[in-house]
């Protein structure tokens, strides 16, 4: 089955810069890559998601790319801001199976 | 947009009792659902794949006859943790995608905490 492996577990950057968070996957019959933000004690918000037929998406100031060869897919935010502090989850599916096979999570923590 | 909705948002239990929490799909019909849990400072685990009219698909050391699902309409699955002990205690998530648009966006619930004393 699908293997989804993301690092760093933890990172913390000054307000104003950009965090960079990696995920690599294992099956190659994934074809759906979305990130979700969750917030303490809350269910899991999709902020961004892109499919294996692009290479890149950005949406104002968060971005995702996707290399199929590698099998890594990366989330890029820039200009952080303290309410982008959150733990922030990969995960991969294909249309097939549904469902979501999420990453380890990456604690982000954003410093004023 | 597509709204999944959980119930209740936090429950303690007795050891020993059983506990029901609800998913419902808000404004679509979810022929499919997904049950995961998720222990503190952890990732979600996929626990179950909710099937209307059929029987559950449980992931691999998932008991069944422990965590009871049933998906009886297709607005609405019931996870049920019977004989509930303290190492129960987690947070459960259900999500659903809209069949509409089926490699689109999986909504998610708004999580149950379950504290077994």
């Known amino acids: 089955g699908e293997n989804v492996e993301q690092h760093p577990s933890t990172l913390s950057v000054q307000e104003g810069d950009s965090a960079v968070i990696k995920c690599t996957y294992s099956d190659s019959a994934s074809n759906y890559f979305p990130w979700y933000k969750q917030e303490l004690g809350k269910g899991p918000q999709l902020i961004i998601d892109i499919r294996s037929n692009v290479g890149e998406k950005k949406d104002q100031r968060i971005a995702v790319t996707l290399n199929k060869t590698a099998k890594h897919f990366s989330l890029h935010i820039t200009e952080t801001q303290p309410e982008d502090s959150a733990v922030y989850f990969c995960a991969a599916s294909n249309s097939g199976a549904q469902k979501l096979v999420f990453g380890q999570g990456t604690r982000l923590t954003i410093n004023p | 947009g597509a709204v999944v909705s959980q119930h209740p948002s936090w429950v303690i239990c007795k050891s020993g009792t059983s506990v029901k929490i609800e998913c419902r799909s808000l404004?679509?019909?979810?022929?499919?659902m997904f049950w995961y849990r998720q222990f503190p400072k952890q990732s979600l685990m996929l626990m179950a794949t909710s099937n209307e009219g059929s029987k559950a698909t449980y992931e691999q050391g998932v008991e069944k006859d422990k965590f009871l699902i049933n998906h009886a309409s297709l607005t609405l699955s019931t996870l049920t943790v019977t004989s509930a002990h303290p190492e129960d205690s987690s947070f459960y998530i259900c999500?659903?995608?809209?069949?509409?648009?089926?490699?689109?966006?999986?909504?998610f619930g708004q999580g149950t905490r379950l504290t077994v004393v």
């Open positions: 404004d679509f019909q979810a022929t499919t």
């Open positions: 999500s659903a995608r809209d069949p509409r648009h089926p490699n689109t966006e999986a909504f």
